[in-house]
């Protein structure tokens, strides 16, 4: 019997959160998955096999490109999902110039940095570039001023590229998420409410990214808002 090669997906941020739910579904949906975290020891992996976590700064920009090209020398890359992100809140006046550039680099230089190395991959696969970003990136942001420009810019970038290389085949999507149950506001001074109506889990925006697979060819969704029923944020205390 011949042997029929998995499709690849990349995901980065991969170690929690939005990024493992999303490994797992790809996951279970039939793909070979490359999940890039800086640490997995305390990754809960479900019993599923196929994700293959790679141990990798993505602000290493040597480091990930190396990667990047010896999985796609190997594999039929199909899927790009730009998820890795990192915020820091406040005044801006009260961060500091380390805190920014990790921002920018984290949340728009790198996706910008891996869809162009893989791009040409994607074009011969018909792929997907499914970029994470925010619903702060279509608001007015106060306390977060930064972060929502680099989400901003992040949802900028993926309307262009679908743009410039819808003609080839390209999906460039863009999935716009409210407050999540995640570590995001581990450097924040609030977190998501007590409702479990307040907040979305990591597995809605999986699911988002499933239903965004299962469309027929022909038809893109380019852009969709996730949001929980009811807006609460406490204060940490």
């Not at 920014?100 to 996706?111: D, G, H, S, Y």
Request: a positive charge; aromatic letters at 8%.
């Amino acid at each position: 019997m011949e042997c029929v090669e998995k499709k690849a997906a990349i995901v980065t941020g991969a170690s929690s959160g939005i990024g493992c739910a999303i490994s797992q579904k790809l996951c279970a949906l039939g793909y070979k998955v490359f999940g890039f975290g800086r640490n997995f020891e305390k990754t809960e992996w479900s019993a599923q096999s196929g994700i293959h976590p790679i141990v990798c700064d993505i602000l290493d920009t040597d480091k990930l490109c190396t990667h990047i090209k010896q999985i796609a020398a190997q594999y039929p890359v199909h899927i790009l999902v730009n998820n890795a992100g990192i915020g820091y809140y406040g005044l801006h006046e009260e961060l500091n110039p380390d805190k920014i550039k990790r921002m920018v680099r984290t949340n728009l230089e790198t996706p910008m940095i891996l869809t162009q190395l893989l791009l040409r991959h994607l074009k011969k696969n018909a792929g997907y570039v499914i970029n994470i970003s925010s619903v702060t990136a279509s608001q007015s942001n106060p306390h977060g001023c930064a972060y929502g420009a680099t989400k901003a810019g992040l949802a900028s970038f993926s309307r262009s590229l679908f743009d410039e290389a819808r003609k080839y085949g390209i999906k460039a999507v863009t999935i716009f998420p409210d407050m999540t149950q995640t570590n995001l506001y581990r450097n924040a001074d609030f977190r998501e409410g007590d409702e479990t109506a307040s907040y979305l889990l990591p597995n809605d925006v999986a699911d988002a990214v499933e239903w965004i697979l299962g469309q027929r060819d022909g038809v893109i969704v380019t852009d969709i808002t996730l949001k929980p029923q009811l807006h609460r944020i406490k204060r940490k205390t």
